[in-house]
């Protein structure tokens, strides 16, 4: 006896000008068996301004019930239901609710499917200025500033576009700290209230922009990152390879390997890099410490 289940529909949702609602959206908020919502009060402002009703049950999923909610759904699904996910913008399980109720589903061989829509990561990739062929999409920081530095040393010598989302209050550490970890000078673009009436793209070194968001920054933000240059041995001075061995040494790497992996990266020897490093020990006392039985 073949086995039928119903399907789990991810719908994306206007990140900002309703105009932009894909047609299928409608359609589906009118016809599924369940709508599992972010903010239900947000639901009604969507349905209204489309012009329609919903026909099933309304039920709310967000990040303080997803956990709970995520078996009743999929017991549902499994009976047969459409049950349809929306968030308050953008597509559901990008930095919002979702992936636990999409990776329950594969789990129990339900098919899932996607309206696609608005997606506020490939809109600020495209208005960035910034090479788009390759890129990273990083989410959220963490909020506390040393787990923040962590994290973007992480990623220090990424090559590819880097794509951020930041609450408003905490751009300018952000972008501070950003320009410590990559340096002063890498370009940037801060995307603020994308496709709706206020919308801005400031673009900039990234010390330019964390001085701009100093002065205070509203709106839904989405930050997008140059990549890490490839830069050959000639074009990395004593100063960038003693930043690049501090920031793996900060990353949790022992010294030894931090030296050998940043002149592999730059082609030199590792007495080249050792020799900046002790140097720069030597000159202000802030570079990594003592070299003796380093290499």
Known sequence: MVRVTGTLV????????IADAPPRLAT??????????????????LTRAL??????????????????????LVEALVGGARVLLVTDA????????????????????????AVPGPSAVLTALA??????????????????????????????DERRTLVYFE?????????????EVFGAERRAAVCRELTKTYEEVKRGPLAELAAWAAEGVRGEITVVVEGAPETGPAELDAEELVRRVRVREEAGERRKEAIAAVAADAGLPKREVFDAVVAAKNADGSGPGKGKGLI
């Open 10 to 17: 991810l719908a994306g949702t206007p990140i900002g000008d």
């Open 28 to 45: 589906e908020l009118e016809n599924a068996d369940i709508v599992a919502a972010e903010d239900t009060r947000r639901l009604r402002g």
């Open 51 to 72: 012009g329609i009703h919903t026909s099933g049950r309304v039920v709310s999923y967000f990040e303080g019930n997803e956990s709970a909610r995520t078996p009743e």
């Open 90 to 113: 953008g597509m559901p399980s990008v930095s919002d609710p979702g992936y636990r109720l999409v990776a329950a589903a594969v789990e129990q061989d339900i098919k899932v499917t």
């Open 127 to 156: 208005l960035s200025g910034l090479p788009v062929d390759r890129f990273c999409f990083e989410g959220f920081l963490p909020r506390k500033a040393g787990e923040r530095l962590g994290r973007l040393r992480e990623v220090a």
């Open 167 to 179: 609450a408003p209050h905490r751009l300018d550490d952000t972008l501070a700290a950003m320009a």
